[in-house]
């Protein structure tokens, strides 16, 4: 697996192991890693790829505190690792009970070897907590992370980067995903596809979900009318009329309030 350039010195390694992304932003003397794996070997093997596209000194940002995007922190250090103030609380609060679902879902499938791997990570939460905006200087880049409200999460954040030509590449993390249903494990689907609504109106480019494939800016309005259609039938009580199969619905349910 290599980084694929998506826009001028903005990078993407969608991995095979849970179909993840994983960012990279290439500036004149320093780089950006936008998400970290789930675990130190997976992150380790990140790492060789960052250093066959670039030899800049990295920060790090976590798009949120799940698992697979945050458990490998500890390989990057002792860069930076910024997050919004949310995802750091979260990563504390949850990160034990996320290791143990996960550890017994590989040993479930035979995996014992990544089942050590994801038990032995570091909770490392990101130091440079993002309340509403931050913009950061990558060597020349401008890159600005945003909280733009709840959705996959109560703290998704998102990476937006210039390229210079009224043009932006933005990682949207788990409020995108492609080529499986959003996940509402933790979600809040009353205030998502505003959520969505609002990172549709910036997105001027590519758009890489936490998950799959590269999208854009069409892809992400679709996928705010499925959350509004999902929305629309948890509040009939009518699960069968949603987008999504019923064990899906039925999370988003549980997770209405």
Known sequence: MTFREVADGVFVR?????????GLVVGGDACLVVDTRSHLGEAADLIAAVRRVTPHPWTVVDTHAH??????????RPATIWGSRGCAADLLATGEAQRAARVAELLADGDAEGAEQVRRAP????DALVDDVAVLDVGGVEVVLRFL??????HDLVVEVEDG???????????????????????????WPATLGRLHAMARGPVVPGHGAV??????????EELLAVLAALREGRLDRGPYDEATMRTAASRLG
Not at 14 to 22: A, G, I
Not at 123 to 126: E, I, K
């Open 67 to 76: 698992y697979d995007h945050c458990f490998g922190n500890a390989a990057f």
């Open 165 to 191: 030509r009224d043009g932006t590449t933005v990682f949207a993390g788990d409020l995108v995903e492609e080529g499986a249903p959003p996940a509402f494990e933790d979600a809040f689907p009353a205030e």
């Open 123 to 126: 909770l490392d939460p990101p």
């Open 14 to 22: 969608r991995h095979e192991s849970l179909d993840l992304n994983c």
């Open 215 to 224: 999208v854009d800016a069409a892809f992400v309005g679709a996928q705010r």
């Open 149 to 154: 409200g709840r959705g996959h999460t109560g």
